[in-house]
C-alpha cells in the first residue's frame, strides 16, 4: 500500500509548512487542512485494510535505503541532543548522548554492509496497527487543531506577561506547531514498522520532539524538566540500542514478526532471545513512563497544554505499550521479562492511583492517572495470554480517546477560569456549562462502570482470574477502589451547579470546539461501537498471534452495557432534564444571604461556605510513596537483568507456568435481565420497605421502645412523593433517578442470574449518581456527605469485587446463576472472602459505625448528609433505592448459601435474615466511628481475607 | 392537612429567645423514653424535610428573618406550630 508510505510521509508536509507560514491565518489553514487530511488517509486506510480483511498486508522494500536513512536519522537526532546539553551545559545528557552517538554509529556500521540482513518487510499492517493508526491519526490530528486555537491563547498570555517585566515574549508558536505534525509522523512509523531498526527510529524522533515541546516555554523549570524527560527516555533509548546489538551479534531475526515466528522453535537459538526482549520491554517502560521513569510524564506537565495531551494519551506513552502488545507473545514463553513488566506495571498502576488522591493540580491528577492507566496495560501484556492482552488493547483504546479529551479539557478550562487547581473548579458546571459536560464525560469515560475503560479493567479482571493470577486480581480491586476516589472527588467536583455564575466559555476558539466535540463524539461512538470492535478488530489480532481467541465478556453484557452507555450521554449532554420545579436556596441554618453560598456569619458580616476535597497528603502524598515505588521497581528490574546475565538463557525460556480456568455462561441475556429488572423492581422495593420496617421495629425494641408501625417507611415515602415540588438545581433530581434505575438495573443483572461484576459496578455506577445529585447542590452539609460517600465506596470497592472472585473460585463463572449448578454451597469454597463481605456490609448498608455520608460534624445525622438538599420526590427516590440496595445486598450474603437443592434457598433465607438482624445490633450497639477506621476495616479485610482466600490458587500453579 | 400526611409528621424545631424551658421540653418529648416515633415523628433538623416548623421562645427583629427563611425552605404542605407562651404572644418580654 503506497497509502502507508503516504500516512506516514505527509505529516511532514504540514509541518514544514508551520515553519514557512507567516501569520494566524495562513497557519489555522495549513493546521486544518493538513489534519484533516491526516484523519481522511487514516481513515481510508484502516477502511481498505478491513474490507481486504487480509491478516497482514506487506510491501516489499527498498529496506537497503530505507536503513540508511534511518541511522542518518538517529545520528541527527544525537546531535540534536548533544547540541541542547551543550547550551545548557548539562552534563548527564552530554554523556548519554555520547554514548548513543557512539552506539548508533557503531550499530550503522555493523548492520548496513550486511543489508540482506535486514531487509525483511518494510512497513505493514495488521489489526493492532489499524487500531493505533487510526487512534494516532484521529485523535492525534484533533489534538492538532486544537493546538491552533490553544496556542493562539498561550501566547497571548505570554505576550501579556512579557510586557508587565517589560520585554517581548518571541513567538515559537510555528516550529511548536512544526513538531507535534513530525510527531504523528514518528508515531505512525512505529506503529507500521515491523523492522525494529525503523522502530527505533520513529521512537528517538518522538524522545527528541518531546524533549523540545516540554522545553518550550523556555523557563528554568521547563528546560529541567525537558532535560529529566530526555535523560530518561535515553536510558530508555540506549537499552533499545542495546537489545538491537544483542539481536544482531547473536544473528537473531531484527523484526518483532521474526522474534515471534523463531520464539516457537524452542532451540538454543531461540532462547537466546530473553535478553532483546528484557532489553526492548526496559525501552518500552520507559517510554511508557512506568515507575522508577515516570517522573519525566509529571514534569512533562510544563509543556502547554497540546503537548501534554499528544504525550499522555494518544502517542508519545502509547508507543511504549503498543511495542510491549507486540512482544507479549514472548512474555508467556520468558516468564522472567513477563515478570518484571507485570510486577512494575502492577507496582505502578497502584501507587500511581494512591498519589492522584493527594493530588489537587488536575495537570497532575491526569498525569498519575495516566501512569496507573499504563501500568494496568502493562501488567496485563506481562501476562502474555490472549484473555489480558485483549482487556490492554481496549485500555489503550480508550484511555487514548478518554484521557485527550480530559486534557484538552483541562487547557481550555485552564485559560478561562485562570487555574487548572481542581479546587477552583467550584460551580464549574454553571461557568462552563459545554465544557463541564464534555469534561464530566471524558472523567466517566475514565472510571464509570459501562463506558470503554471500565469494561476494559473488567476484562482485565477476568484475565488475571482465568489465569490465576491472584496477586494481580488483589492490585485491581485495590487499585480501582483509589482510581474511583481520585475521579469521583474531581467529578463531584465539577458538578456543582452555581445559579449566580457568569458563563465564561462564550470566547472559547471553534477550534477548540470543534477538537472538543469531535473527541467527546468519538468516545461514545467507541462505546457504542464496543460490542464490533470486540468482534471485528481485536479478535482477528489475537488469533493471528496467539492461535485462539480468548472469551471474555459476554455479548448480551455488551449490548446492556451501550444502552446504558447512550442513557448517560443523553442526560449529561442534552437538556431534556429542564424541570420546571420551583427554585429554592440551599439550606444554610437558616442564615443564608442571598448570594451563592454565603451566609451571614456571628459578627454580622456575610461569609462564604467551602468546602475542601479531601488529599490525605501524609499518608498518601507523593513523597512518601513515590520513592518507595521506584526502590522496588528498580529492584525487580535489577533482579530480572541479573537473572538474564547469570543464569544460561535455555533455563529462562521456559513456558509459564499457567492453568486457564473457566466455563464460559453467557447469563440469561438481555431479555432475561429485562424480566429480572423488571421483577426486580416491583418486587424489591415492597421487600425492602418491609425489612426497613422491621429495622425500625426491632432498634425500638433493642431500645425498650414501642417504635413506629410496621408500615411506617411506607408511608414516610407515600409523604414525600405528595409534598410540592421543588429543587436547589435542574439536576439533582435527574440524578436521583438516575442512581435509581441503576440500582434496580444492578439488581435485575442479579436476579436474572447473570454476571455478578457487571451487577457490582453498576450499583458503583448508582453510588456515583447520588454524588453527583448531592455535590451539584452546592450544599456544604451536602457535599460533605458526597465525599464521605466516596470515601465509603471506595472502602468497600476491593471486598464487593472479591466477592465475585470468589463466586468464580467456586464456580469457574462469574454468573450469579452458576450456583444452582453447584453440588455444595460456595461458603465452602470462599469462607474468607464471605467474611470480607460481611465485614463491608454495615459500610454499605449505611448501618451505625459506618454510616458516615448521612452524618456532619456540626449537626449530626440531623441534616442527613448527602440528603441534606433533597425534598419530596428526591428524597423518595433515595429512599426507594436504599430498600433496593438491601434487598440486593442481602442476596449477594444469600448467594454463599444456595446450591443444587431446594433446600438450599430455604438455608439461604435463614442466613440474609439473620445477617441484618446482626447488622440491626450493630447498628444499636457502636457509636458512629470515623472515616478512618471505616476505611483500614474496608481494606484490611478485603486484603487479609482475600489473600486468605486466594492463596491457595496461586500454590496451585505451581503444584 | 388529610390524614396521609399526619400519619409521618417531620419536625423541625427551632428555638428563638428564651428561657430555654420549652426548648428542653420539647426536645425531652422528642427522646426514646417517650417514644414519638410510634407515631412516625422524625425530628429532621432539616427543614427541606420537615413538615411541621415548631418555634419555642420569642420571635423578634434578630430572628425573624431566620424563621422566615426556615418556613421559607419548607415544602408545601407544612404548618407552624408555635409552642410555649413566649412563641405565641411574646409573653414577658412584652412587658419589657
Known amino acids: 500500500m503506497t497509502l502507508l508510505y503516504f500516512l506516514t510521509l505527509f505529516p511532514l508536509v504540514p509541518a514544514l509548512g508551520m515553519l514557512l507560514a507567516r501569520g494566524d491565518r495562513a497557519r489555522d489553514a495549513l493546521g486544518l487542512v493538513g489534519s484533516g487530511i491526516i484523519m481522511a488517509v487514516t481513515v481510508v486506510v484502516a477502511v481498505m485494510f478491513l474490507a481486504r480483511a487480509r491478516r497482514a498486508s506487506r ?38 548522548g555520547i554514548v548513543q552517538l557512539v552506539g548508533s554509529v557503531a550499530f550503522a556500521a555493523m548492520t548496513l554492509p550486511a543489508a540482506e540482513v535486514v531487509t525483511a518487510t518494510p512497513l505493514y499492517l495488521d489489526y493492532m496497527s489499524v487500531i493505533m493508526v487510526l487512534a494516532v491519526g484521529i485523535v492525534g490530528s484533533l489534538i492538532c487543531i486544537y493546538a491552533l486555537g490553544y496556542m493562539k491563547d498561550f501566547q497571548a498570555h505570554d505576550e501579556h506577561e512579557a510586557a508587565l517585566r517589560g520585554q517581548t515574549a518571541p ?20 506503529v507500521t514498522s515491523d523492522n525494529l531498526e525503523w522502530l527505533f527510529c520513529g521512537w528517538e524522533i518522538t524522545t527528541v520532539c518531546s524533549f523540545l515541546m516540554i522545553g518550550y516555554t523556555r523557563t528554568p523549570e521547563a528546560i529541567k524538566n525537558a532535560f529529566t524527560q530526555i535523560i530518561l527516555n535515553m536510558l530508555g533509548g540506549i537499552a533499545f540500542l542495546a537489545g538491537l546489538m544483542y539481536l544482531h551479534l547473536n544473528e537473531l531475526p531484527m523484526t518483532i514478526t521474526g522474534m515471534v515466528d523463531l520464539s516457537g522453535a524452542g532451540t538454543a537459538q531461540s532462547a537466546l532471545l530473553v535478553m532483546p526482549v528484557l532489553l526492548l520491554s526496559l525501552a518500552a517502560l520507559t517510554k511508557a513512563a512506568q515507575m522508577p521513569f515516570h517522573t519525566w510524564l509529571l514534569g512533562a506537565m510544563v509543556a502547554p497544554t497540546p503537548t501534554s495531551a499528544l504525550l499522555h494519551s494518544s502517542t508519545m506513552v502509547k508507543a511504549g505499550v503498543f511495542l510491549m502488545v507486540k512482544l507479549s507473545p514472548l512474555y508467556a514463553i520468558y516468564p522472567v521479562t513477563g515478570f518484571m513488566v507485570t510486577s512494575v506495571g502492577a507496582i505502578a498502576f497502584l501507587l500511581a492511583a494512591l498519589m492522584a488522591i493527594s493530588q489537587s493540580n488536575a495537570k497532575r491528577v491526569l498525569a498519575y492517572s495516566t501512569i496507573s492507566n499504563l501500568g494496568l496495560i502493562s501488567a496485563c501484556l506481562g501476562v502474555g495470554a490472549p484473555e489480558a492482552v485483549w482487556a490492554a488493547i481496549f485500555l489503550i483504546l480508550f484511555h487514548t480517546v478518554a484521557k485527550s479529551l480530559l486534557f484538552l479539557c483541562v487547557g481550555t478550562a485552564e485559560h478561562h477560569i485562570g487555574s487548572r487547581n481542581i479546587e477552583d473548579m467550584d460551580g464549574m458546571f454553571s461557568r462552563m456549562p459545554h465544557l463541564t ?44 477502589a483509589a482510581t474511583f476516589y481520585f475521579w469521583g472527588k474531581w467529578l463531584a467536583k465539577l458538578s456543582g451547579v452555581d445559579p449566580t455564575a457568569q458563563n465564561v466559555e462564550v470566547n472559547v476558539h471553534k477550534t477548540e470546539w470543534m477538537a472538543l466535540n469531535t473527541i467527546a463524539a468519538l468516545l461514545i461512538l467507541c462505546c457504542v461501537a464496543f460490542p464490533v470492535i470486540s468482534s471485528g478488530l481485536v479478535p482477528p489480532y489475537l488469533a493471528m498471534v496467539f492461535g485462539r481467541v480468548p472469551y471474555v465478556i459476554g455479548k448480551d453484557s455488551m449490548y446492556l452495557m451501550v444502552v446504558i452507555v447512550a442513557f448517560i450521554a443523553v442526560v449529561l449532554l442534552t437538556s431534556f432534564r429542564v424541570s420546571n420545579k420551583p427554585h429554592v436556596n440551599v439550606y444554610l441554618s437558616g442564615v443564608g444571604t442571598d448570594k451563592y453560598r454565603h451566609f451571614r456569619g456571628s459578627m454580622g458580616h456575610e461569609v462564604k461556605a467551602e468546602k475542601r476535597n479531601w488529599y490525605s497528603e501524609d499518608a498518601l ?48 441475556g438481555v431479555v432475561g435481565i429485562f424480566i429480572g429488572t423488571v421483577a426486580f423492581a416491583l418486587i424489591a422495593p415492597l421487600v425492602g420497605g418491609l425489612i426497613d420496617g422491621i429495622d425500625r421495629k426491632l432498634s425500638a425494641r433493642m431500645q425498650g421502645r414501642v417504635g413506629p408501625r410496621l408500615l411506617q417507611p411506607f408511608y414516610d415515602v407515600a409523604k414525600l412523593l405528595r409534598k410540592a415540588p421543588a429543587s436547589v438545581n435542574t439536576m439533582d433530581d435527574t440524578y436521583m433517578a438516575c442512581a435509581l434505575i441503576f440500582t434496580v438495573v444492578g439488581g435485575g443483572i442479579f436476579v436474572s442470574g447473570s454476571n455478578t461484576l457487571l451487577c457490582a459496578f453498576m450499583v458503583t455506577l448508582a453510588a456515583i449518581f447520588v454524588v453527583l445529585a448531592s455535590a451539584s447542590t452546592q450544599s456544604p452539609f451536602a457535599q460533605v456527605g458526597a465525599d464521605r460517600e466516596l470515601l465509603q465506596v471506595m472502602s468497600y470497592e476491593p471486598a464487593v469485587l472479591l466477592m465475585s472472585v470468589g463466586l468464580y473460585l467456586a464456580t469457574d463463572s462469574f454468573d450469579s446463576i452458576a450456583v444452582t449448578g453447584q453440588s455444595a454451597p460456595i461458603i465452602v469454597y470462599s469462607a474468607p472472602i464471605f467474611l470480607a463481605l460481611l465485614a463491608v456490609l454495615t459500610i454499605k448498608l449505611r448501618k451505625s459505625p459506618f454510616d458516615l455520608s448521612y452524618s456532619h460534624h456540626a449537626h449530626q445525622e440531623i441534616v442527613q448528609g448527602v440528603a441534606t438538599e433533597m425534598s419530596g420526590g428526591t428524597l423518595a427516590k433515595m429512599t426507594l433505592m436504599h430498600w433496593c440496595e438491601t434487598v440486593l445486598f442481602l442476596m449477594w450474603v444469600g448467594m454463599f448459601f444456595v446450591w443444587d437443592n431446594p433446600v438450599s434457598w430455604v438455608v439461604a433465607l435463614v442466613v440474609m435474615a439473620a445477617t ?44 | 392537612m388529610d390524614h396521609k400526611m399526619s400519619r409521618s409528621p417531620w419536625v423541625i424545631h427551632y428555638d428563638g429567645s428564651s428561657c430555654n424551658g420549652c426548648d428542653i421540653e420539647v426536645l425531652a418529648s422528642l427522646t426514646p423514653l417517650f417514644d414519638a416515633e410510634r407515631f412516625g415523628v422524625v425530628n429532621t433538623g432539616n427543614p427541606k424535610h420537615a413538615d411541621i416548623f415548631l418555634v419555642t421562645g420569642s420571635v423578634n427583629a434578630q430572628n425573624l428573618p431566620v424563621v422566615r427563611q426556615i418556613y421559607n425552605q419548607m415544602l408545601e404542605p407544612k404548618c407552624v406550630v408555635a409552642c410555649g407562651i413566649c412563641a405565641c404572644s411574646a409573653a414577658y418580654s412584652r412587658c419589657l
Request: aromatic share 12%; glycine share 8%.
Open chain 1, 916 to 959: 441484618y438482624f446482626v447488622e440491626v445490633l450493630i447498628d444499636n450497639t457502636f457509636a458512629r466511628s470515623t472515616w478512618r477506621s471505616c476505611f483500614k476495616l474496608g481494606w484490611g479485610v478485603a486484603l487479609v481475607f482475600g489473600l486468605l482466600n486466594l492463596m491457595p490458587i496461586l500454590v496451585d500453579v505451581f503444584i
Open chain 1, 171 to 190: 513567538d515559537r508558536r510555528p516550529q511548536f506547531l512544526a513538531l507535534m505534525f513530525l510527531f504523528l509522523s514518528a508515531m505512525f512509523v512505529i
Open chain 1, 437 to 480: 459536560r464534555l469534561m464530566m464525560l471524558g472523567i466517566m469515560g475514565m472510571f464509570v462502570a459501562p463506558f470503554g475503560m471500565l469494561v476494559s479493567k473488567w476484562g482485565a479482571l477476568v484475565a488475571f482470574a482465568q489465569t490465576g493470577n491472584v496477586l494481580m486480581i488483589m492490585v485491581l480491586a485495590f487499585g480501582s
Open chain 1, 59 to 96: 510491501l516489499p522494500g527498498t529496506s537497503h535505503v530505507l536503513s540508511i536513512i534511518s541511522s542518518a536519522i538517529d545520528v541527527i537526532l544525537c546531535a540534536v541532543i548533544l547540541y541542547n546539553a551543550y547550551k545548557y551545559r548539562n552534563a548527564l545528557t552530554t554523556v548519554l
Open chain 1, 621 to 668: 502524598g507523593e513523597k512518601r510513596i513515590g520513592p518507595a515505588g521506584s526502590v522496588v521497581c528498580c529492584s525487580i528490574i535489577l533482579f530480572a537483568l541479573l537473572c538474564c546475565a547469570w543464569i544460561g538463557p535455555e533455563r529462562l525460556a521456559m513456558s509459564a507456568p499457567s492453568v486457564l480456568r473457566g466455563k464460559y455462561f453467557e447469563g440469561s
